[in-house]
């Protein structure tokens, strides 16, 4: 535990050497799927074939989440969650030519949106200005690009921004599965030619739900 804390350590403050702090060793050369693999042929070698899918499912969905958490800190005691986080994160600093492909090969597409940005308490939302108003839950991907004033304009009736970044497929995202997709985003700015929401009609003081 005492070396995976540091190898954790060594990932967010001196990332050129991630990859010497990933459990496999490997990811110089081979793909999610072939890490999940690997995984399971080592640590799940005598179990049932059903326990070994089971397992290799579980190490690419944590893959995933430490992928696009690549500076966060993953709690618990679950050695396949922990093991996998901790190489999405490495693979994120180690091959950054290959973050979009592993994006698409999770279901991702590259898009630039317009829409309006609303953020609140375990709120992200973006109100994508397509006509469609699908919300989806809006969040920096790594080292996204983040126009800074955006944090001294935030608005409960959302701000207009333009975003670059993956979507997701539909389904249920973000806090409570409240929002039909995800945006993982790489840059986020200011869009001026955004029309400003409209003033909320509810009295001062009421929550704003969205």
Known sequence: MQLRSACFQVIKATLPIALACSVTGELSSTTPQQLADRYVDRVYAQSTPVARERARRSYLIWFFEGFVSPGDFMPGDHDLERDAFQDGQAFWWTRPSLRPWVMQNYGYVEVRLAGLWTVGYEASSLEVGDGSRR???LWGLGDAQIDPSLAMSRSPWGVPVAVAGYLSPPGRYGHLGSYDCQVYATKIA???????????PRPPGMPVWR
């Open 135 to 137: 919300r989806c839950w």
């Open 190 to 200: 200011r869009d001026g030619n955004q029309p400003l929401a409209a003033p909320d």
